[in-house]
Structure formats: structure tokens, C-alpha cells
């Protein structure tokens, strides 16, 4: 399993880093030649660290400072004395400045040096991408598309240098084609586009260093996003007091369950209770009451047929989740209509939010947890422009429907009013099951029960959900069931048990 090392909070876009960059070189004396050594020989000392094993080594490089960090690379293994190929994408003559110098010290060694002619040697052990950086703009084409597909259909292992290739640093879309990499390391401050969207699917495990820039000059950029964990998020949990009583911890109103549908409620009534909320309520169809109380009897079941009903069971609640298998009929519809207007904090997703994409309104009470498809639906657009720009998605869900937006998927995040977006890089493909929105609603609704408020509530709540998500698949992504992370949010949620 390839090393996981401790990653900074601090998100940047690629104009943020290359302004870092300009300024460790033109105002701090760093020359760029040798931020491109630190660069090549952090990666080669990763490369042997996680492959040790590995003698013949492919680099692939491309005309800019990139492809620099590359021939370092590829002169170190020489020296090293393993086996290296030097594939060149781009006109040769274009590479100029610290990339050309290092270039030549490559070839001053006589390790082999070629232009990429539609073919990749098929016997390597470890395959080196240094071909596009972090300011690629344009859609991949040509031999460059065909060289990252050769790539992705190679056995070998393969290590991206600063971002993966044909992958956007902002945004974490990728740009035609992309390489799929088994670990990358970035340098100088983390970019954000790697964090979300497509990025976590080609970046894998992802490596940082700061190549000795002093911390004066990186804080001359105020960060774009910030990255959130469970390990930082945990530090917020503390022990309760001895003398604690339920009244204490909130009282959350799930409302939600049509006919066919109870289950996306009840996932998220024992979610809310396994955060460590005090009590729950669960308003839902009648015909689902018995089972609900034969299954889980902490949770107060009532069943509820009209809007009326739900006002007694307002008054006792100090937090409301709404939407899990609401449904957009009759009655999940007079039901949202009702609680929409309502002065409680609200956590809204599922069918709830799909109503509301039918009728906009404006509120700072709620917190809304779409999944791309409904966030296309709140916003008007398609899922593609969601997928293309999810920063930009989240600051419009925002902007336009106030409160705390929560954007789920790869890359979960999370957005309140006034600060900038966090991005959660916890979480697997192994979630993306029937019933996990369900369990992050409750999760969400439970910390704001016990008195967190919107914005850290939505962001304690993803980590945890995402960590559980983790520990859960342990045993397995596939197949693995929202039911399943019960278990561990409870274990999650109090750190000496951990």
C-alpha cells in the first residue's frame, strides 16, 4: 500500500501557486533551477520509497517546467542506476530556461532520450507523468490523448509529478483525457482541482511538498478553499459532562418515508440518534409506524397524514430534517409546504430538495445536501456544467438559496455564506449506494441538534459520514450498505474509544 502523508488544509488554484512560485524566486532569492531540483528529487525519493522494487522507470515528459521536474527525475534514476526512458511529447526545441538545463543534464549522461512516435514500451516497472502542469487550458488532443491512453492501458504503476495530465487544477475536470495515476506529488501548495470532481480518480494517493519555500511567501495568497479531514474535524468532539441528560443534546424531526419509501426515512432517525443527539422524532406514513418501532423503538414514530398533524410535534423539536423518501406527491408535497416556512433550522435533501428546485425561495436557516443531479435541478442546468466547475456549483447553490450548501459526491463540499468552500478528501467509491444522502442527513441534523451551528455542523458531519464511509469499507467496497456505517459513526464520534 503506498504511503499516506499528513497534508496541509490550504487549497490553492494554479495562478496561486505560480504566483507563490514567482515570488520564492524573484523577491526570495530561491533560484527556479533549483525549486526544480527539490522538486525532482522529492519525487525520485517517493518513487523509491513506495516502489523500491522497481528497476526499469518510463518518464514522460512534456516542453514545460513539468517536463523539467521530469528529466531531474529521470537524470536521478540514471544515477541511481536503474534502467530509464525518456519519451518526449512536443517539439524538442521548445523546451527553454530551468527545463531545458535540466533536460541537458539528462542527455549529458546518454540516457535515452525519444520523441513519443504512437507506442509505449509495454516492459516498464513504473511509468513517470511529467508531460502537462497546472496551467493546461485546453482540451487534450492528438498524440497527446494518445499518450495518456497508452498510459492508462499500461500494467505499470504510475506516479504523476505536481498534478496528473490532462486534469484541470481548479476545478478537478478533466480535459478530454487524463492520466490515471497510482499516487502524485504536488508541490508548493496544494491545488484544489485535485481534491474534488474527477481529481480524486486520478490523482491517487496524493503526496505533498512545499519545496522549502519559506511560510511568508505562501501566505501571500489567501487560500481558495480549505480541505477538511476527520483527524481535524474529530478535535472539535469533546467529553460530555457526568451530569448530562438527553434535553441536553437536541431534539431533531425527521419528516419524511412515503409508501415504499420508510426505510430512506429510518436510516436517517438512527443516524441522527447514532451522531449522539438527545432525542428523535420520525413523522412518516401510518403504515410504517409498526415496523419502524419493532425495528428501532428509540425512535418516536408517528404517522402522519396531513400538515396539521405535525405542528405538536414542531414544538418539541429544535431541528428539522426533511426530504428522505419524501416523495413529490400529495402528501410529501403538503408536508414540505408546511415546513419550508418553518423558523427551525432545517436540513433538506432528497425529494424535498426537488421541490424546492420547483419552487425557489431564499432561506439562512437550512442546510441543503444535494447530489449533482438535484443540484443541476436547483440551479436549472445539467449535471455536465454541476460536473465541470463543482466549486462554482456550490458558491450558486449558496448565493441563490441561502443557508449552507452541501455538494456531495467526489470531493464532497461544503459551502456557507461568507467563507470560502471546504472540500472533505475523506470518503470511497463504496458510498455511492441507495441510502447514504439518508444517513448524511441525519449525521448533518444531529450536530446541529447538539448545538453546533449550520456551517460547522455541515462540515463535522460530511467528515464523519465520509470516515465511517472509510472504516465501513475496510471490509469492501462493494456491496457495502448505508446500514453499515452506523457502527462506526458511534465508535467515530467518541474518539477515546478509537
Known sequence: MLEKLHLPAALYRAQQVREIDRLAIEDHGIPGDELMQRAGQAAFDLLRRNWPEAK?????????????????????????????????????????????????????????????????????????????????????EGKWAQAIAAVNALPASVLALDIPSGLHADTGKVLGAAVQADASITFIGLKAGMFTGDGPACCGVIQFDALGVPPQVVASQLPFAER??????????????????????????????????????????????????????????????????????????????????????????????????????????????????????????????NLLAQSPGHGNNRVLTPHPGEAARLLGCSTATIHADRFAAV?????????VAVLKGAGTLIHGDGSFPAVCSDGNPGMASGGMGDVLTGVIAGFIAQGWDLPDAAELGVCLHAAAGDRAARAGERGMLASDLMSHIRRLVNPDNE
Open 228 to 353: 477538511l479531514d476527520w483527524p481535524r474535524q474529530r478535535q472539535l468532539l469533546r467529553p460530555r459532562s457526568r451530569t448530562a441528560h438527553k434535553g441536553m443534546y437536541g431534539h431533531v424531526l425527521v419528516v419524511g418515508g412515503d409508501l415504499g419509501f420508510g426505510g430512506a426515512a429510518r436510516l436517517c432517525a438512527e443516524a441522527v440518534l447514532r451522531t449522539g443527539a438527545g432525542l428523535v422524532s420520525l413523522a412518516t406514513r401510518a403504515e410504517h409506524v409498526d415496523a419502524m418501532l419493532a425495528a428501532r423503538p428509540e425512535i418516536m414514530t408517528y404517522g402522519v397524514s396531513r400538515p396539521a398533524e405535525l405542528q405538536a410535534l414542531l414544538e418539541k423539536a429544535t431541528v428539522v430534517a426533511l426530504g428522505p423518501g419524501l416523495g413529490t406527491a400529495g402528501w410529501g408535497r403538503s408536508l414540505w409546504q408546511q415546513l419550508m416556512n418553518t423558523e427551525l433550522p432545517l436540513v433538506v435533501d432528497a425529494d424535498a430538495l
Open 56 to 140: 526499469k522507470i518510463l518518464v514522460l515528459t512534456g516542453t514545460g517546467n513539468n517536463g523539467g521536474d521530469g528529466f531531474v527525475v529521470a537524470r536521478l534514476a540514471l544515477q541511481a542506476e536503474l534502467q530509464v526512458q525518456v519519451l518526449q511529447l512536443g517539439e524538442r526545441q521548445r523546451i527553454e530556461g530551468d527545463a531545458l538545463t535540466n533536460a541537458l543534464r539528462y542527455d549529458a549522461l546518454s540516457g535515452a532520450w525519444r520523441p513519443f512516435a504512437g507506442e509505449l514500451p509495454q516492459d516498464v516497472d513504473l511509468v513517470v507523468d511529467a508531460v502537462f502542469g497546472t496551467g493546461l487550458e485546453r482540451e487534450v
Open 395 to 403: 458558491e450558486h447553490l449558496q448565493q441563490r438559496y441561502g443557508g
